[in-house]
C-alpha cells in the first residue's frame, strides 16, 4: 500500500511524457508554371536552432495538464526540405555552411540555397467530451528563404510559412493520443510549408533565368 501511494505521489510530481513521433513531409503537390527541373548543381544549406526543434510540448488546457510531449523534428524537417529541393533541381548538394568563391569555381557550382528556420510553434490543448476526451493540436512553421547566383547575386529573398490545425477524438488513457494528434499536425505543417517553399522558388523567373530554363507553353 505504501509503494503504491509513493508510486502515485511520484507520477502526480512528474506526470507523464508521450513522445511525438515525425516523419518526412517533403512537398506533395507543386504549382509550378514550368514544367522541367532546373539544373544544378545548387549548394543547399538548411540552419535551425536545436533548441527550436527538440521541445516538450505541454497542454494549454487544465485537462492533460500533467502530460507532456517531447518532440525531435530536426533530422525529418531537414530531409524534408531536401527532398522539395530535389524535386526543384536535378543536382543538389547540401553542406553545412555557404561555399566560398573559390569553392562555386572549382566546383562549378550555379547558386545557393540557404533555408533557415525562423519559428517552429506546435501546441496542443484538450477538451472534455460527453463519453471521452478530445484533442486539438496546431503547427505555425516560418522559413526564411535565399537563393542565389553563382556570383553571389540574390535571384530571391522571401519568407513561407505553414499553419495546420488537427483534431482528434477519444485521446485514450493518460491523454496517450495527444502524441499521435500532434504528430499528425507537424507533419501536415511541414509539408504546406514546403509545398510553400517549392512554389517559391520553382516559379521565380529570375532563378529560371539565371539556370536558363523557359516558361512551359
Known sequence: MRTTIIIGFIFFLFGCSHTVLSTISPAVTIHSSYT???????????????????????????????YSYPIMVGDDLASSIKATTDAIFEQVVE?????????????????????????????ISFSRGVWQTDGMASCDIVLDVIVTDSGNKDLLVTTVAGTRMV????????????????????????????????????????????FGVKRAD
Do not use: W
Request: hydrophobic share 30%.
Open 95 to 123: 553542406q553545412p555552411a555557404l561555399p566560398t568563391r573559390d569553392e562555386m569555381k572549382e566546383k562549378d557550382l550555379r547558386g545557393t540555397i540557404y533555408v533557415r528556420l525562423t519559428r517552429f510553434y506546435p501546441t
Open 167 to 210: 483534431e482528434g477524438g477519444g485521446v485514450g488513457t493518460f491523454c496517450r493520443g495527444g502524441a499521435n494528434i500532434l504528430s499528425n499536425a507537424i507533419s501536415q505543417g511541414i509539408r504546406e510549408t514546403m509545398e510553400r517553399y517549392a512554389e517559391s522558388v520553382s516559379n521565380s523567373d529570375k532563378i529560371r533565368k539565371a
Open 36 to 66: 522541367e527541373k532546373m539544373k544544378g548543381p545548387i549548394v543547399l544549406i538548411i540552419e535551425y536552432d536545436p533548441k527550436a526543434v527538440n521541445q516538450k510540448v505541454e497542454p494549454s488546457t487544465h485537462i492533460c495538464s500533467g
